[in-house]
C-alpha cells in the first residue's frame, strides 16, 4: 500500500548562505510518468516569500489529494512503476496511435511473439563474452587494448543493466557528450567500437536492435567551427540567470566569454580564483591533465565576480542536465531524459516537441568556439589567443581568422554583453 500524501511533505523554507536564497522543497501527491513523487523546489529572495509559496503550494496540493487523486490500489509501487512505464513507452512508440493501444494488447501481442532463443545478460558479462570471442582474441595487441579501454570506460558511466535496455538516445548523448575531454577522432572511435560490440550482442540474441545504428557517426572532417549570433548568446545568458535561482551564470559565461571546455568548468573549484591581481584570472586543469591560466575579459568578470565563492565547486551538482535545461528553454533540439530534474517543471511551456526537427541542433563545442573566435578578433594574436585557450597558434590561424557572421561591429556586441545584476 502506497503511503499517504500530507501537506507536511512540503517542508519549511530553509536558508542557503552560499546562494542567499531562501528554499522550498517538497515531495508532490502528484507522479510523474515513471511512477516516482514529483518534486517541488524553488528559490525567493526573501524568507516571508518563501513562506506564502509554502502555503499556497500546501493548500493546492491538499486540495488535489482531497480530490481523489491519491488513490488506494491493490498494486506494490514497483507493479504500478512498471505498468506507468509501460504505458510511457507504448505514448513514445506511437505518438498518433497510442490513445487505441491498451496495456493489455502490448502484453498479448509480446507473449504471442516472444522469442524463448533471446537471453538476458548483463553488460558487465555480455563485455566479458566479447572480449572472449574470436573476433577480438584474434586482433592485434593495440586492437585489444583500445577495445578493453573504451568499453571499460563506457561500463564505468552506466549502470551494470541488460544490454538489451539500452536506448538510441543514451548512445547519442554519450558519444557526444560536451563534458568529455575527446577529440572528434576519438568520439569516432567509441562510436566504432561500441557499435561493433552492440552487434555482436545482436548476433548473440541478446538483444533486438542495436542502438547505435540510430545515431549518427561522428565526421570530424565536416565539423567546422562556428559561433554562436549576437541574439543567441543574449538569449542563453538571460535563461541562464533565470533558471535555477541563475547556479548556472558561471558555466555559461566561463563557456562563452572565456571558452573553458565544459570539462574543465564542471572541475573547477572557486579557489582558483585570483581577484586581486592587476588581471583577475584562475587557473584550469585542461586535456591531458596540463594546467594553464586564464585571464579573464571585464565582460567575464562581471558576469562572475559577484557570485563568487570563497570554496566549492563552480559548477552545480546538476550541471549537465541545468546545460540540457537551458538549451531546451533556448530552444534547441534536445532528448526529454535529459532534462528530468524538478527545476524543469515550471518551464514546461518552452519544452514542447523537444526532439522535433523543426528546432536546430546544438553545435558540439560552439560556446567555446564562439569564445575563442571573438577573442581573437579582439586582440588579433593567434599566439596569446592559443595560450589563453589552451589550443595551438597553428588551429587558432586555421580554425578561428575568419568565421561567418563574426565583424568589428558584432565583436562590439559580444563584448557588450552584460549581466542584469
Known sequence: MKQLWDISAIKEPKYNPDRKVWEVYGVLPKRDANGKRKRLRKVFDTKEQAIAFRKSQQDEWKVYSLQGNVRKTRLTE???????????????????????????NAVSFYCNQYDPNHKIMLLDDAIKRYLKSPKISRSSDLHQKQTRNKLETFREHFDNREVSDFTADEMEE?????????????????????????????????????????VDKPAPENLEPVALRIPEVEKLMKIAEEVDAGSMIPYFALAIFSAVRPSEILRLRWEKFVWDDDKPCFVVEGKGKRRRSVDMHETCIKWIKPLAQEEGDVAPANAKKLFNLIRAIAGYRVSRSSI????????????????????????????????????????????????????????????????????????KKFWDILPNY
Open 78 to 104: 514497483e507493479q504500478e512503476s512498471d505498468a506507468i512505464n509501460s504505458l510511457k513507452l507504448i505514448r513514445t512508440k506511437f505518438p498518433d496511435s497510442w490513445e487505441s493501444i491498451s496495456l493489455f
Open 174 to 214: 554519450y558519444i557526444y557528450d560536451e563534458n568529455k575531454d575527446w577529440a572528434d577522432k576519438t568520439r569516432a572511435n567509441h562510436y566504432a567500437i561500441l557499435h561493433t560490440f552492440f552487434n555482436f550482442c545482436l548476433k548473440k540474441d541478446l538483444l533486438l536492435k542495436n542502438p547505435v545504428s540510430k
Open 340 to 411: 528530468e530534474i524538478a527545476e524543469a517543471e515550471e518551464w514546461e511551456s518552452k519544452l514542447q516537441d523537444l526532439d522535433s526537427e523543426k528546432r536546430p541542433e546544438w553545435v558540439r563545442d560552439v560556446m567555446r568556439h564562439t569564445g575563442i573566435t571573438y577573442y581573437h578578433r579582439l586582440i588579433n594574436d593567434k599566439n596569446q589567443v592559443a595560450s589563453w585557450a589552451g589550443n595551438s597558434p597553428q588551429i587558432i590561424d586555421s580554425n578561428y581568422r575568419a568565421v561567418d557572421g563574426v565583424t568589428a561591429s558584432t565583436c
